[in-house]
């Protein structure tokens, strides 16, 4: 089911989130200062291609937090509101609503990035 997952997902949805978190990540690499958040970028990009089979465990310190501060307040807001709207979209429908969830874990992602795993 992952791999059929993560097809559709990408033909629905992935592409377009992907492709907003990509140009986040760019738009943050313009600065020195915002390169490390850039590369958070790059990475959380390349899960929300094909994010079916993998987990997100939250945690992290100080650090993270600030980070996360800084990233809610310039990027954040935008992509957790496409991906919410995204999600809205597809849980109209009962086939939709595995990817509409999915679209709501991200929301929660594009909140806090920073001290986020992947498994």
Known sequence: MGCLGNIIWFVFCGFWQGLAWTLAGLLWCITIIGIPIGMQCFKLA?????????????????????????????????????ACLNGVLLCITIIGIPFGLQCFKFAKLALMPFGAQVY
């Open 46 to 82: 390349s899960l929300v291609f094909f994010p079916f089979g993998k987990e997100i465990r939250y945690g992290g310190g100080a650090v993270s937090l600030i980070a996360n501060i800084l990233w809610i307040l310039i990027s954040g807001i935008p992509l957790a509101l496409s």
